[in-house]
């Protein structure tokens, strides 16, 4: 079973958005923190954004500061992430991550993780 499932990814042109999606499943709680990681060929996974479990706190990196916003609807058991003016340099597999009292940016505090979605963004 495979407790998070990302959906929306795509190919968009730069300038474009695209809206990501994480449905939760199996042991995923509607308590757990979720966050969104991505990477790219020859770069180190990276942490992009995370929610906590009330949407109450919400978390970017700086490269996507302004761009993305994060929700999370707990009575569907989902977390979107809304993608604007989007850049080459967010070309990359995106990865729904969710983790009990999880740290923002800190991949070890995350338990479970999803099959990744692919984000393709051309010039």
């Known amino acids: 079973q495979v407790p998070l499932v990302e959906s929306g990814g795509g190919s968009v042109q730069a300038g474009g958005s695209l809206r990501l999606s994480c449905a939760f499943s199996?042991?995923?709680?509607?308590?757990?923190?979720i966050g969104w990681f991505r990477q790219s060929p020859g770069a180190e996974r990276e942490f992009v954004s995370s929610v906590d479990w009330s949407g109450g706190s919400k978390y970017y990196a700086d490269s996507v500061k302004g761009r993305f916003t994060i929700s999370r609807d707990n009575a569907k058991n989902t977390v979107s992430l809304q993608m604007n003016a989007l850049k080459p340099e967010d070309t990359a597999v995106y990865y729904c991550?969710?983790?009990?009292?999880?740290?923002?940016?800190?991949?070890?505090?995350?338990?479970?993780w999803g099959q990744g979605t692919q984000v393709a963004v051309s010039s």
């Open positions: 991550a969710a983790g009990l009292s999880a740290m923002p940016g800190l991949e070890y505090s995350y338990t479970y």
């Open positions: 199996g042991r995923i709680l509607s308590r757990y923190f």
